[in-house]
């Protein structure tokens, strides 16, 4: 199984996301509906048994939208439990789970011996643009 190459523009590629998303996701608070999944959700914040994610919708305690989300909803948890409310924390988690991504993809590419050119910028673009 070829390995990823530990190569300059691997290394480039997450160092950069880190300086260009590191520091402003750990600084900023909940974005979007972020407080609403988290605070007043008794699944995220454990009054409820977390096997009730696989029969919930996303949205239970707001209501029904027809979201069926039961890893993100455990997911959440699991940062609850680990942060409480401090916000850096789900973002540093978010911040892991993305670079682990970005290094899933790079290998990926390196296994189809196409980590170079137009896939690599591919993945770099992937990597800092920001709605992701």
């Not at 009054?47 to 009730?52: D, Q, R, T, V």
């Not at 989300?69 to 409310?85: I, K, N, Q, V």
């Amino acid at each position: 199984m070829p390995r990823l190459p530990r190569s300059p523009p691997i290394l480039l590629l997450v160092g950069g996301v880190l300086l260009a998303w590191g520091p402003t996701l750990l600084s900023r608070g909940f974005s979007y509906d972020d407080a609403e999944l988290i605070v007043g959700n008794p699944l995220v914040e454990g009054s409820l048994p977390a096997g009730e994610a696989f029969g919930r919708d996303y949205w239970h305690h707001r209501g029904v939208s027809g979201h069926y989300r039961p890893l993100s909803t455990l997911s959440l948890r699991l940062d609850r439990a680990l942060w409480g409310e401090r916000v850096a924390g789900y973002h540093a988690t978010n911040l892991a789970l993305f670079l682990l991504l970005v290094l899933l993809a790079a290998r990926l590419l390196a296994r189809a011996g196409a980590l170079r050119g137009a896939p690599l910028a591919g993945l770099a673009l992937f990597a800092v643009h920001p709605a992701l």
